[in-house]
Protein backbone atom coordinates (compact mmCIF):
# COMPACT_ATOMS: atom_id res chain seq x y z
CA UNK A 1 0.00 0.00 0.00
CA UNK A 2 3.02 2.39 0.07
CA UNK A 3 2.87 2.63 -3.58
CA UNK A 4 -0.88 2.42 -3.77
CA UNK A 5 -1.52 5.86 -2.08
CA UNK A 6 0.27 8.14 -3.73
CA UNK A 7 -0.72 6.63 -7.06
CA UNK A 8 -4.10 7.29 -6.35
CA UNK A 9 -3.86 10.70 -5.34
CA UNK A 10 -2.54 11.48 -8.82
CA UNK A 11 -6.34 10.67 -10.26
CA UNK A 12 -8.23 11.17 -6.65
CA UNK A 13 -6.45 14.21 -5.41
CA UNK A 14 -8.01 15.62 -2.16
CA UNK A 15 -10.32 12.65 -1.55
CA UNK A 16 -7.46 10.51 -1.91
CA UNK A 17 -5.51 12.78 0.48
CA UNK A 18 -8.76 12.20 3.03
CA UNK A 19 -9.33 8.44 3.18
CA UNK A 20 -5.38 7.67 3.02
CA UNK A 21 -5.38 10.16 6.49
CA UNK A 22 -9.00 8.79 7.84
CA UNK A 23 -8.16 5.23 6.64
CA UNK A 24 -4.69 4.57 5.13
CA UNK A 25 -2.67 4.89 7.87
CA UNK A 26 -4.39 2.26 10.20
CA UNK A 27 -1.65 0.58 7.97
CA UNK A 28 1.32 1.75 8.74
CA UNK A 29 4.27 -0.09 10.42
CA UNK A 30 3.89 2.16 12.85
CA UNK A 31 0.57 1.54 13.57
CA UNK A 32 1.26 -2.01 13.69
CA UNK A 33 3.70 -1.80 16.04
CA UNK A 34 1.74 -0.05 18.54
CA UNK A 35 -1.10 -2.09 18.43
CA UNK A 36 1.25 -5.38 18.82
CA UNK A 37 3.18 -3.63 21.90
CA UNK A 38 -0.36 -3.04 23.26
CA UNK A 39 -1.91 -6.42 22.42
CA UNK A 40 -4.39 -5.29 20.30
CA UNK A 41 -5.59 -6.24 16.70
CA UNK A 42 -3.64 -3.64 14.29
CA UNK A 43 -5.89 -0.55 13.60
CA UNK A 44 -6.15 -1.28 9.80
CA UNK A 45 -7.77 -5.06 10.34
CA UNK A 46 -10.64 -3.50 12.33
CA UNK A 47 -12.09 -0.89 9.97
CA UNK A 48 -15.37 -1.54 8.46
CA UNK A 49 -16.21 -4.22 5.60
CA UNK A 50 -16.72 -1.14 3.02
CA UNK A 51 -12.99 0.74 3.57
CA UNK A 52 -11.65 -2.50 2.99
CA UNK A 53 -13.52 -2.86 -0.37
CA UNK A 54 -12.38 1.18 -1.38
CA UNK A 55 -8.63 -0.08 -0.22
CA UNK A 56 -8.63 -3.20 -2.61
CA UNK A 57 -9.89 -1.06 -5.29
CA UNK A 58 -7.26 1.32 -5.00
CA UNK A 59 -4.77 -1.29 -5.01
CA UNK A 60 -6.58 -2.02 -8.25
CA UNK A 61 -6.95 0.86 -9.62
CA UNK A 62 -3.15 2.03 -8.90
CA UNK A 63 -1.58 -0.46 -11.19
CA UNK A 64 -4.61 0.26 -13.45
CA UNK A 65 -2.80 3.89 -13.26
CA UNK A 66 0.34 3.06 -13.64
CA UNK A 67 -0.18 1.10 -16.66
CA UNK A 68 -2.38 3.92 -18.00
CA UNK A 69 0.43 6.58 -18.28
CA UNK A 70 2.68 3.85 -19.15
CA UNK A 71 0.92 3.02 -21.94
CA UNK A 72 -0.58 6.21 -22.70
CA UNK A 73 3.10 7.11 -23.48
CA UNK A 74 4.28 3.85 -25.37
CA UNK A 75 1.37 4.70 -27.68
CA UNK A 76 2.90 8.43 -28.89
CA UNK A 77 5.95 6.22 -29.73
CA UNK A 78 4.00 3.13 -31.03
CA UNK A 79 0.53 4.62 -32.47
CA UNK A 80 -1.43 2.58 -34.19
CA UNK A 81 -5.48 2.60 -35.09
CA UNK A 82 -8.48 -0.27 -34.39
CA UNK A 83 -11.65 0.33 -36.10
CA UNK A 84 -10.79 3.92 -37.20
CA UNK A 85 -9.88 5.05 -33.77
CA UNK A 86 -6.61 5.59 -31.55
CA UNK A 87 -9.06 5.25 -28.50
CA UNK A 88 -9.85 1.45 -29.07
CA UNK A 89 -5.82 0.49 -30.30
CA UNK A 90 -5.06 2.31 -26.71
CA UNK A 91 -7.38 -0.18 -24.89
CA UNK A 92 -5.06 -2.94 -25.72
CA UNK A 93 -2.35 -1.57 -24.62
CA UNK A 94 -3.99 -0.23 -21.52
CA UNK A 95 -5.78 -3.43 -20.54
CA UNK A 96 -2.16 -5.70 -21.19
CA UNK A 97 -0.13 -3.15 -19.29
CA UNK A 98 -3.12 -3.48 -16.06
CA UNK A 99 -2.98 -7.23 -16.12
CA UNK A 100 0.80 -7.04 -15.46
CA UNK A 101 0.79 -4.54 -13.07
CA UNK A 102 -2.29 -5.44 -11.12
CA UNK A 103 -0.55 -9.24 -10.89
CA UNK A 104 2.29 -7.52 -9.61
CA UNK A 105 0.73 -5.50 -7.29
CA UNK A 106 -1.32 -8.41 -6.17
CA UNK A 107 1.07 -11.14 -5.98
CA UNK A 108 3.68 -9.20 -3.76
CA UNK A 109 0.54 -8.42 -1.08
CA UNK A 110 -0.55 -12.55 -1.09
CA UNK A 111 3.14 -14.03 -1.36
CA UNK A 112 3.57 -12.71 1.88
CA UNK A 113 0.34 -12.72 3.65
CA UNK A 114 -0.11 -15.98 2.29
CA UNK A 115 3.68 -17.72 2.63
CA UNK A 116 2.95 -19.52 -0.17
CA UNK A 117 5.19 -21.21 -2.81
CA UNK A 118 5.77 -18.60 -5.72
CA UNK A 119 3.67 -20.07 -8.67
CA UNK A 120 0.75 -20.49 -6.47
CA UNK A 121 0.44 -17.10 -4.91
CA UNK A 122 1.27 -16.33 -8.50
CA UNK A 123 -2.16 -18.20 -9.46
CA UNK A 124 -3.63 -16.55 -6.55
CA UNK A 125 -2.79 -13.13 -7.38
CA UNK A 126 -4.00 -13.48 -11.13
CA UNK A 127 -7.73 -14.89 -10.03
CA UNK A 128 -7.90 -11.64 -7.16
CA UNK A 129 -6.97 -9.24 -9.31
CA UNK A 130 -8.33 -10.37 -12.89
CA UNK A 131 -11.95 -9.39 -12.58
CA UNK A 132 -11.68 -6.25 -10.57
CA UNK A 133 -9.32 -4.94 -12.79
CA UNK A 134 -11.12 -5.82 -16.00
CA UNK A 135 -14.12 -3.57 -14.09
CA UNK A 136 -11.81 -0.98 -13.49
CA UNK A 137 -10.72 -1.04 -17.43
CA UNK A 138 -13.97 -1.49 -18.65
CA UNK A 139 -15.29 1.55 -16.16
CA UNK A 140 -12.42 3.67 -17.45
CA UNK A 141 -12.68 2.70 -20.94
CA UNK A 142 -16.00 3.63 -20.93
CA UNK A 143 -15.99 7.08 -20.09
CA UNK A 144 -12.98 7.53 -22.11
CA UNK A 145 -15.25 6.54 -24.90
CA UNK A 146 -18.26 8.78 -23.97
CA UNK A 147 -16.10 11.55 -23.51
CA UNK A 148 -14.26 11.12 -26.91
CA UNK A 149 -16.83 9.80 -28.66
CA UNK A 150 -20.40 11.94 -27.34
CA UNK A 151 -19.04 14.85 -25.60
CA UNK A 152 -15.38 15.65 -27.59
CA UNK A 153 -16.39 13.88 -30.91
CA UNK A 154 -12.90 13.88 -31.64
CA UNK A 155 -9.59 11.73 -30.21
CA UNK A 156 -8.53 13.08 -27.42
CA UNK A 157 -4.27 12.88 -27.24
CA UNK A 158 -2.25 12.13 -24.48
CA UNK A 159 0.01 15.56 -24.52
CA UNK A 160 -3.31 17.44 -23.62
CA UNK A 161 -4.47 18.40 -20.30
CA UNK A 162 -7.95 17.77 -21.38
CA UNK A 163 -6.97 14.11 -22.03
CA UNK A 164 -5.53 13.64 -18.82
CA UNK A 165 -8.46 15.29 -17.17
CA UNK A 166 -10.59 13.16 -18.66
CA UNK A 167 -8.50 9.86 -17.27
CA UNK A 168 -8.73 10.94 -13.83
CA UNK A 169 -12.58 11.11 -14.30
CA UNK A 170 -11.90 7.98 -16.23
CA UNK A 171 -10.27 6.83 -12.85
CA UNK A 172 -13.25 7.53 -10.86
CA UNK A 173 -15.47 5.48 -13.02
CA UNK A 174 -13.04 2.35 -12.59
CA UNK A 175 -13.40 2.78 -9.38
CA UNK A 176 -17.04 2.57 -9.19
CA UNK A 177 -17.26 -0.23 -11.43
CA UNK A 178 -14.65 -2.09 -9.31
CA UNK A 179 -16.28 -1.54 -6.42
CA UNK A 180 -19.05 -4.17 -6.34
CA UNK A 181 -16.78 -6.50 -8.16
CA UNK A 182 -14.30 -6.19 -5.22
CA UNK A 183 -17.04 -6.80 -2.38
CA UNK A 184 -17.56 -9.84 -4.14
CA UNK A 185 -13.90 -11.16 -4.02
CA UNK A 186 -13.50 -9.87 -0.37
CA UNK A 187 -16.94 -11.52 0.99
CA UNK A 188 -15.31 -15.13 -0.56
CA UNK A 189 -12.05 -14.20 0.02
CA UNK A 190 -10.42 -14.56 -3.27
CA UNK A 191 -8.85 -10.70 -2.28
CA UNK A 192 -7.18 -10.12 1.26
CA UNK A 193 -8.07 -7.42 3.18
CA UNK A 194 -5.81 -4.30 3.57
Not at 50 to 75: R, W
Not at 106 to 114: C, E, G, L, N, S
Not at 130 to 137: C, E
Request: glycine content about 8%; proline content about 7%; overall charge positive.
Amino acid sequence: MNVVWPVTALWSGPLGAWAYFRFGRAGSKRAMREARRHHREPPNRTQPFPVFVAKGCTHCGSGCTLDDIGAELLFLAIPFTLFGHHLFATWIYDYAAALLFGIAFQYFTIKPMRDEPPMGALADAFKADTLSLTAWQVGMDGWMAVATLAIFRQELRPTSIVFWLMMQIGMLAGFLMSYPVNWVLLKKGVKEPM
